[in-house]
């Protein structure tokens, strides 16, 4: 690659983050359903022809945000699965890394999971090309506590005697119902009673008894 086109390649993936920026603060502000490109093109100071010229529609604009969201807490995951020294240790890395990639700014969670819950209409339509780019993300964060798991009961399976996978799913299921429940009392400004590392500290032990012979 020339250094030219480098530069004009540079310059495209910033507009294009750009955009995406301009794209969450219209969402945060206005919801899903009022969400338009025309609503975004105002917003970045760009034409709607613009937009498209990145983004064919809505959706793939959509789409891009979520991903991205989705990307960060799974490379997050993985990282702190990596420092794990066993399965139990994975699994608890699972679940404290969930929430500290989405409780300081439980926006980016609501965006990622609740939009499309509660939008009566206009919710992101995911392509099946989509999904395929979702998948190994999926892989990504819960590959490694999986493998760890599988490991450690060649010896003697783990009393919950469930699939490793399947396992370092609830994991990550359960740290998002406790996010879930973050952004419902900071919305009405009732806070949990317990602290986020109380909350983490008592669910990973849970997994972890239940990840141990």
């Known amino acids: 690659m020339t250094p030219r086109i480098a530069r004009r390649e540079r310059r495209r993936e910033a507009s294009r983050e750009e955009i995406v920026d301009a794209a969450r603060r219209v969402l945060l502000r206005r919801g899903i359903v009022s969400t338009t490109l025309d609503a975004v093109a105002e917003e970045v100071g760009l034409t709607k022809a613009a937009i498209y010229y990145y983004f064919p529609s809505k959706d793939a604009l959509?789409?891009?945000?979520?991903?991205?969201?989705?990307?960060?807490?799974?490379?997050?995951?993985?990282?702190?699965v990596e420092r794990a020294a066993d399965g139990p240790a994975a699994l608890r890395a699972v679940?404290?890394?969930?929430?500290?990639?989405?409780?300081?700014?439980?926006?980016?969670?609501?965006?990622?999971?609740?939009?499309?819950?509660?939008?009566v209409a206009g919710g992101v339509t995911i392509a099946a090309e989509q999904f395929e780019?979702?998948?190994?993300?999926?892989?990504?964060?819960?590959?490694?506590?999986?493998?760890?798991l599988a490991e450690d009961w060649k010896a003697a399976p783990g009393r919950a005697d469930?699939?490793?996978?399947?396992?370092?799913?609830?994991?990550?299921?359960?740290?998002v119902g406790l996010l879930t429940m973050k952004g419902m009392v900071e919305?009405?400004?009732?806070?949990?009673?317990?602290s986020d590392d109380e909350l983490v500290e008592g669910l990973s032990?849970?997994?972890e008894a239940a990840a141990r012979p």
């Open 62 to 80: 959509l789409f891009e945000l979520i991903f991205g969201i989705y990307a960060r807490n799974a490379q997050a995951v993985h990282d702190g």
């Open 205 to 207: 032990r849970i997994f």
């Open 162 to 175: 469930v699939d490793p996978r399947l396992m370092t799913f609830l994991a990550n299921m359960a740290a």
């Open 187 to 194: 919305h009405v400004g009732d806070p949990l009673r317990y």
């Open 133 to 148: 780019r979702i998948r190994p993300l999926n892989d990504l964060a819960y590959s490694g506590a999986a493998a760890k």
């Open 95 to 119: 679940i404290r890394e969930t929430l500290k990639g989405y409780a300081p700014n439980l926006d980016d969670f609501r965006l990622a999971f609740l939009h499309n819950q509660v939008a």
